[in-house]
């Protein structure tokens, strides 16, 4: 054979892999919970999945990449679990399995697996899997990290480094968590009407975590940090379309989407953090501002009491369609914080209040309501309180004041980006 | 169906200074709990309340002493053992059991019979 063939071939083994990695990222939630609902044993379900990957790159580079990756994938790990189930039969007696619904058809038979890479007979199992996942009979971190694992695919070493923890530690958490899931019997279902708010938000709850690990981590490799925003963001566009009528996925979504718009803003060339009103507002992602807007609408028009994503979601709406800091609609956020507070109540709302308020009342207002805030003491060592007293201090001239909490936020933050940009401002009060 | 046990967690001080009305009321939220499992589905396979941890004699590697094996603001004081079909159906009847002056753990049982 001349070069140019080797070549062309050479191509298309990296057109395939590539095709294998993108289903990976894409799929592995979707053909991972359609195989357990077979092997109704999760670290089976997963060494089924990773076989059918591995054949993808064979068969896909002598067939072609299939129409449908996700299928054909599914149909592969899934009769790779039949042929286990027909070998271990004895073995898996003596093994607690996954609980399957009560509500099942007997659909894990054989007859159930298409032959031919239609779509239409397999039932996506990804809710039954996400809200297994986020049991709240299981610690936050192991559903985090059983999220992370078996709803995106990522390996246990890139959660551990996500996380901060060594991968032996993330290894035992993921460990722990499945035997508890088989030994507890936690069911692989959807939890029905009466449960689904309390699990509805345990899951919203991992999301949002996830996200917000990426978007604000301490320290660690960028890249680890945005490959998480972006697993937030495709875990909650799965949710979103599996429960189109629930207002609360489409306002983790919105919000998700309009913080994440700002992701190149948040801080200058030499990484020293920018806030809000310095960030340079031509370089947010306008459309995905946009996106976030309308699901922003759609999850307040649903009818009911918004829920605390969705009124996020729209306090980030209005600060992502301001044409300037100034030119904030800053009543309109007042009162969305208002019914925030209602459907959330927390300290860290009310501190967020507060800046509105200085905003549409005057820095004094503001720093009465934050008294109130300080005397309470649920705050205490929360390090954005002083910061935003020491803030309005100075916008009133009490430098002094300003300079001792400035200080005292200074000493109680981490983050080296946070740590500098209020050494900036001692420097300034103390000139 | 699964078998779970459900151990009642409880501060002993809440009996020892409540006097007779609490243990009444007590005994009638527990005869309350025993119907309510059957309507929940589920049903009890056994079951008892201790005596207080005062009673309790510890045995380890032979060395008999006097008192509970762990020293506990809240001690074990009663437990069922129930049949559910799952960790969310174990759960529901957990939460309808008393134990006013603490919680209660959900554990599941072994399955030893393969062993």
Same mark, same amino acid.
């Given at each position: 054979?001349?070069?140019?063939?080797?070549?062309?071939?050479?191509?298309?083994?990296?057109?395939?892999?590539?095709?294998?990695?993108?289903?990976?990222?894409?799929?592995?939630?979707?053909?991972?919970?359609?195989?357990?609902?077979?092997?109704?044993?999760?670290?089976?379900?997963?060494?089924?999945?990773?076989?059918?990957?591995?054949?993808?790159? $064979?068969?896909?580079?002598?067939?072609?990449?299939?129409?449908?990756?996700?299928?054909?994938?599914?149909?592969?790990?899934?009769?790779?679990?039949?042929?286990?189930?027909?070998?271990?039969?004895?073995?898996?007696?003596?093994?607690? +399995?996954?609980?399957?619904?009560?509500?099942?058809?007997?659909?894990?038979?054989?007859?159930?697996?298409?032959?031919?890479?239609?779509?239409?007979?397999?039932? $996506?199992?990804? +809710? =039954?899997?996400? /809200?297994?996942?986020?049991?709240?009979?299981?610690?936050?971190?192991?559903?985090?990290?059983?999220? +992370?694992?078996?709803?995106?695919?990522?390996?246990?070493?890139?959660?551990?480094?996500? /996380?901060?923890?060594?991968?032996?530690?993330?290894?035992?958490?993921?460990?722990?968590?499945?035997?508890?899931?088989?030994?507890? =019997?936690?069911?692989?279902?959807?939890?029905?009407? *009466?449960?689904?708010?309390?699990?509805?938000?345990?899951?919203?709850?991992?999301?949002?975590?996830?996200?917000?690990?990426?978007?604000?981590?301490?320290?660690?490799?960028?890249?680890?940090?945005?490959?998480?925003? $972006? =697993?937030?963001?495709? %875990?909650?566009?799965?949710?979103?379309?599996?429960?189109?009528?629930?207002?609360?996925?489409?306002?983790?979504?919105?919000?998700?989407?309009?913080?994440?718009?700002?992701?190149?803003?948040?801080?200058? *060339?030499?990484?020293?953090?920018? %806030?809000?009103?310095?960030?340079?507002?031509?370089?947010?992602?306008?459309?995905?501002?946009?996106?976030?807007?309308?699901?922003?609408?759609?999850?307040?028009?649903?009818?009911?009491?918004?829920?605390? /994503?969705?009124?996020?979601?729209?306090?980030?709406?209005?600060?992502?369609?301001?044409?300037?800091?100034?030119?904030?609609?800053?009543?309109?956020?007042?009162?969305?914080?208002?019914?925030?507070?209602?459907?959330?109540?927390?300290?860290?709302?009310?501190?967020?209040?507060?800046?509105?308020?200085?905003?549409?009342?005057?820095?004094?207002?503001?720093?009465?309501? %934050?008294? =109130?805030?300080?005397?309470?003491?649920?705050? $205490?060592?929360?390090?954005?309180l002083p910061a935003a007293k020491a803030d309005l201090l100075r916008?009133?001239?009490?430098?002094?004041?300003?300079?001792?909490?400035?200080?005292?936020?200074?000493?109680?933050?981490?983050?080296?980006?946070?740590?500098? /940009?209020l050494g900036r401002r001692i420097a300034e009060v103390s000139g | 169906?699964?078998?779970?046990?459900?151990?009642?967690?409880?501060?002993?001080?809440?009996?020892?200074?409540?006097?007779?009305?609490?243990?009444?009321?007590?005994?009638?939220?527990?005869? &309350?709990?025993?119907?309510?499992?059957?309507?929940?589905?589920?049903?009890?396979?056994?079951?008892?309340?201790?005596?207080?941890?005062?009673?309790?004699?510890?045995?380890?590697?032979?060395?008999?002493?006097?008192?509970?094996?762990?020293?506990?603001?809240?001690?074990?004081?009663?437990?069922?053992?129930?049949?559910?079909?799952?960790?969310?159906?174990?759960?529901?009847?957990?939460?309808?059991?008393?134990?006013?002056?603490?919680?209660?753990?959900? &554990?599941?049982?072994?399955?030893?019979?393969?062993?």
């Amino acid at each position: 054979m001349n070069s140019d063939s080797t070549a062309a071939s050479a191509r298309d083994r990296n057109a395939i892999r590539a095709a294998v990695a993108e289903a990976h990222r894409r799929e592995w939630g979707f053909v991972l919970a359609a195989t357990a609902r077979i092997t109704r044993d999760l670290d089976a379900a997963e060494e089924c999945v990773q076989d059918a990957y591995v054949a993808a790159l $064979d068969a896909w580079a002598k067939q072609g990449v299939p129409r449908n990756p996700a299928a054909w994938l599914t149909t592969a790990a899934r009769h790779r679990a039949l042929d286990g189930l027909r070998r271990d039969r004895t073995l898996r007696s003596k093994l607690p +399995l996954l609980v399957p619904d009560q509500l099942d058809e007997p659909e894990a038979g054989e007859a159930g697996v298409g032959e031919t890479g239609d779509d239409s007979g397999i039932a $996506d199992d990804r +809710l =039954r899997l996400i /809200f297994t996942c986020c049991h709240p009979a299981l610690a936050r971190e192991a559903q985090v990290a059983l999220t +992370l694992r078996l709803v995106c695919g990522l390996s246990t070493g890139d959660i551990a480094r996500a /996380f901060l923890v060594t991968e032996p530690t993330m290894a035992a958490r993921v460990t722990r968590a499945k035997k508890k899931i088989s030994a507890a =019997r936690i069911a692989y279902r959807v939890p029905d009407v *009466a449960e689904l708010p309390d699990r509805l938000d345990a899951v919203l709850t991992v999301m949002h975590l996830v996200f917000t690990t990426g978007h604000t981590a301490p320290s660690g490799p960028a890249l680890v940090r945005d490959d998480l925003v $972006d =697993r937030a963001i495709s %875990l909650a566009r799965v949710l979103r379309q599996l429960m189109p009528d629930e207002p609360e996925a489409a306002g983790l979504l919105a919000l998700m989407l309009i913080t994440d718009a700002r992701r190149r803003t948040r801080t200058d *060339a030499a990484g020293n953090l920018l %806030l809000l009103e310095q960030q340079d507002r031509s370089q947010w992602d306008t459309a995905q501002i946009g996106e976030g807007a309308k699901l922003v609408t759609e999850a307040l028009r649903c009818g009911g009491r918004p829920g605390r /994503f969705a009124l996020q979601a729209a306090i980030a709406a209005v600060h992502g369609e301001a044409p300037s800091y100034a030119a904030t609609d800053w009543p309109q956020l007042l009162m969305l914080y208002d019914r925030l507070l209602v459907a959330w109540p927390s300290p860290v709302v009310e501190l967020n209040r507060a800046v509105v308020t200085s905003m549409v009342s005057g820095p004094q207002a503001a720093l009465d309501d %934050l008294a =109130r805030l300080e005397a309470d003491g649920r705050l $205490d060592g929360y390090h954005y309180l002083p910061a935003a007293k020491a803030d309005l201090l100075r916008q009133l001239g009490r430098r002094a004041e300003a300079l001792r909490a400035y200080q005292a936020a200074h000493e109680l933050t981490e983050n080296p980006a946070e740590r500098a /940009f209020l050494g900036r401002r001692i420097a300034e009060v103390s000139g | 169906m699964a078998q779970y046990a459900i151990l009642i967690y409880e501060a002993e001080s809440g009996y020892a200074n409540g006097g007779p009305e609490v243990w009444k009321e007590v005994g009638e939220a527990h005869t &309350r709990f025993a119907q309510q499992v059957g309507e929940h589905g589920s049903k009890i396979i056994g079951g008892d309340a201790l005596e207080p941890t005062a009673t309790a004699t510890s045995v380890r590697a032979d060395v008999v002493t006097d008192g509970p094996f762990a020293e506990t603001k809240e001690a074990l004081g009663g437990f069922y053992l129930i049949e559910a079909r799952d960790l969310d159906h174990a759960i529901e009847i957990a939460k309808l059991c008393p134990a006013r002056f603490g919680g209660v753990e959900v &554990r599941p049982i072994m399955d030893t019979s393969g062993m």
